[in-house]
C-alpha cells in the first residue's frame, strides 16, 4: 500500500472539508466520514486497494466543496476521479431526482464505486443510530433506511462483507422508535 499516497489523499480530504459540519447534534468535523468510509473498507471489509480508499476519502469532495473533476484527475489520477464522479450527486437536480438517480444507477457502477457507495450507506446508517441529524423525526430516519434499502440492492454482488453490514443495520431499523433525547455534554477545558 502506498501510504505517503494515502496521507497526501487525507490531507487534500481534511483541507477541503476544513469547514464543514456534520449535521448531527454536535456539529462533528466533516472529515469524520470520509474517514470512517476508509476504516470501514479497510478494516471491516478488508480492502487494500489504494485507489478504492482514496476515492473513500474522497466521495463527497465534487458534490459538497469547490473541488472539480478536473482537479482530483490532475492531483490523483483519472481512476479515482472518475470513482467520485461516479458517486457524485448533481447538487442542480431536485432531491427526490438525485435520491432516485442513486438507485437508478447502483447496479451499473464499476466495482470500485459500489463497493464505496457501500460503505456510504453503512456509514450513514450508522450514523443514524449513533449521532442522528439534529430535527429528524422517527420517520424521515425510517425513509432513509427505505431509500438506503433500495440503493444496496442495486450494489450486491460485489462484497460478502459489506453486504453483511449494510443487512445488520437495515435489520435494526425498528430500533428507531420514539423520541430522541440529546445529551450535550461540556467538557472541562484543560490545562
Known amino acids: 500500500m502506498d501510504i505517503a499516497f494515502l496521507l497526501s489523499v487525507t490531507q487534500f480530504a481534511a483541507d477541503k472539508h476544513r469547514h464543514q459540519r456534520r449535521k448531527d447534534i454536535h456539529a462533528s468535523p466533516y472529515i469524520n466520514h470520509p474517514l470512517a468510509l ?10 487494500e486497494d489504494v485507489t478504492v ?3 473513500a476519502l474522497l466521495h463527497d469532495t465534487i458534490e459538497d466543496t469547490d473541488t472539480t473533476f478536473e482537479e482530483l484527475t490532475e492531483r ?3 481512476t479515482i476521479a472518475s470513482i467520485v464522479l461516479e458517486v457524485t450527486d448533481d447538487k442542480s437536480l431536485p432531491k ?3 435520491k432516485q438517480l442513486q438507485i ?5 457502477s464499476s466495482y470500485e464505486a459500489k463497493l464505496v457507495k457501500l460503505a456510504d450507506k453503512i456509514c450513514n446508517l450508522r450514523d443514524l443510530f449513533d449521532y442522528p441529524p439534529y430535527g429528524w423525526s422517527v420517520e424521515r430516519i425510517h425513509d432513509y433506511f427505505d431509500w438506503s434499502e433500495k440503493v444496496i440492492a442495486g450494489l450486491r454482488g460485489v462484497n460478502a462483507k459489506l453486504e453483511y453490514l449494510a443487512d445488520q443495520l437495515l ?5 428507531i422508535s420514539g423520541e430522541f433525547k ?3 455534554q461540556f467538557l472541562e477545558p484543560v490545562g
Open 76 to 78: 490523483f489520477g483519472s
Open 171 to 175: 435489520q435494526r431499523r425498528s430500533e
Open 182 to 184: 440529546y445529551e450535550v
Open 38 to 47: 476508509a476504516y470501514v473498507l479497510s478494516n471491516e471489509a478488508g480492502i
Open 53 to 55: 480508499l482514496s476515492a
Open 104 to 108: 437508478d444507477h447502483a447496479p451499473h
Open 96 to 98: 427526490q431526482q438525485r
